[in-house]
């Protein structure tokens, strides 16, 4: 049974017209049992131009070692979330010496590196009633409607704890789970907008070379430090326009009414 199994990862290699033997030349058939990509997904790759063209003799298509590796690559790229059009972008770049494959999939991962640890979690019921703490009956209730938290088999699912966590600060401070909800969606449609234009800034003056002769791995480089600074520029240039905004409301007059509305709201 192992002996059949190696045959077929390794078919026999083919003979060419003068009897002799081609190494490692396969027909499209062969070519799928060794990769194991379906030979129709071979001919698509062929009909997007990601994958070379066989060569034709007579009527049979016959693949050699560099379709193998190159049906290895694109699997490794659409496991990346690159589209096949990407891919065949990217790889008529390298094949023309345009691009160093080696270090743009070097940019590539550093584009894709995250920009913060909060990752979900899901608690059992004793962890979220720990997380709660001495808290109102209800408070369970209300991050289930406000999607703070989800529902998941016997325990609950925190997409983003660091967020939870904000939100409990701000009710033990005496902000309601809404308005810190209510915030939150401020702030994720504004900085959605935000990120989406700094991105194709950063796009077009990568493209540009930032206004020098870089390669893939200075760019890497740079994006890099772009993830702590990037993070520490947003946190500087919210709390100065916070600072503005607030000193507009109040020098407006429109503060000296609160204390009273909230008193007359907790009557």
Same mark, same amino acid.
Not at 63 to 81: P, T
Not at 92 to 97: E, F, N, P, S, T
Not at 126 to 138: H, Q, S, T, V, W
């Given at each position: 049974?192992?002996?059949?199994?190696?045959?077929?990862?390794?078919?026999?290699?083919?003979?060419?017209?003068?009897?002799?033997?081609?190494?490692?030349?396969? =027909?499209?058939?062969?070519?799928?049992?060794? =990769?194991?990509?379906?030979?129709?997904?071979?001919?698509?790759?062929?009909?997007? @131009?990601?994958?070379?063209?066989?060569?034709?003799? #007579?009527?049979?298509?016959?693949?050699?070692?560099?379709?193998?590796?190159?049906?290895?690559? +694109?699997?490794?790229?659409?496991?990346?979330?690159?589209? +096949?059009?990407? +891919?065949?972008?990217?790889?008529?770049?390298?094949?023309? @010496?345009?691009?160093?494959?080696?270090?743009?999939?070097?940019?590539?991962?550093?584009?894709?590196?995250?920009?913060? &640890?909060?990752?979900?979690?899901?608690? @059992?019921?004793?962890?979220?009633?720990?997380?709660?703490?001495?808290?109102?009956?209800?408070?369970?209730?209300?991050?289930?409607?406000?999607?703070?938290?989800?529902?998941? #088999?016997?325990?609950?699912?925190?997409?983003?704890?660091?967020?939870?966590?904000?939100?409990?600060?701000?009710?033990?401070?005496?902000?309601?789970?809404? =308005?810190?909800?209510?915030? #939150?969606?401020?702030?994720?449609?504004?900085?959605?907008? !935000?990120?989406?234009?700094?991105?194709?800034?950063?796009?077009?003056?990568?493209?540009?070379?930032?206004?020098?002769?870089?390669? !893939?791995?200075?760019?890497?480089?740079?994006?890099?430090?772009?993830?702590?600074?990037?993070?520490?520029?947003?946190?500087?240039?919210?709390?100065?326009?916070?600072?503005? &905004?607030?000193?507009?409301?109040?020098?407006?007059?429109?503060?000296? !009414?609160?204390?009273?509305?909230?008193?007359?709201?907790?009557?």
């Amino acid at each position: 049974m192992i002996a059949a199994q190696a045959r077929i990862a390794s078919p026999p290699p083919i003979s060419d017209n003068h009897g002799g033997v081609s190494e490692e030349e396969y =027909t499209i058939d062969q070519l799928a049992t060794a =990769t194991r990509v379906p030979s129709r997904t071979i001919r698509f790759y062929q009909s997007k @131009g990601a994958l070379q063209p066989p060569q034709i003799r #007579g009527r049979v298509a016959f693949y050699g070692a560099a379709h193998v590796e190159r049906l290895k690559l +694109i699997g490794s790229l659409q496991d990346r979330g690159l589209s +096949i059009r990407a +891919i065949r972008d990217l790889l008529v770049q390298a094949d023309k @010496g345009e691009l160093a494959l080696n270090e743009w999939l070097g940019l590539e991962q550093q584009l894709q590196e995250p920009w913060q &640890s909060d990752r979900a979690r899901v608690l @059992g019921a004793d962890e979220l009633r720990e997380l709660l703490g001495d808290r109102r009956p209800g408070a369970v209730a209300d991050l289930l409607r406000l999607e703070l938290i989800e529902r998941q #088999g016997d325990g609950y699912l925190v997409r983003s704890p660091a967020l939870l966590q904000v939100a409990l600060r701000l009710e033990a401070a005496g902000v309601d789970f809404d =308005t810190a909800a209510g915030a #939150g969606a401020i702030l994720r449609k504004h900085l959605s907008r !935000a990120a989406a234009d700094l991105t194709e800034f950063f796009f077009k003056r990568t493209g540009e070379g930032f206004g020098r002769d870089l390669t !893939a791995a200075d760019l890497a480089a740079a994006y890099r430090e772009l993830r702590p600074v990037g993070v520490e520029a947003v946190r500087l240039l919210f709390g100065r326009e916070m600072e503005r &905004s607030l000193r507009k409301l109040v020098e407006s007059g429109a503060t000296s !009414a609160l204390p009273a509305k909230a008193k007359r709201r907790k009557r």
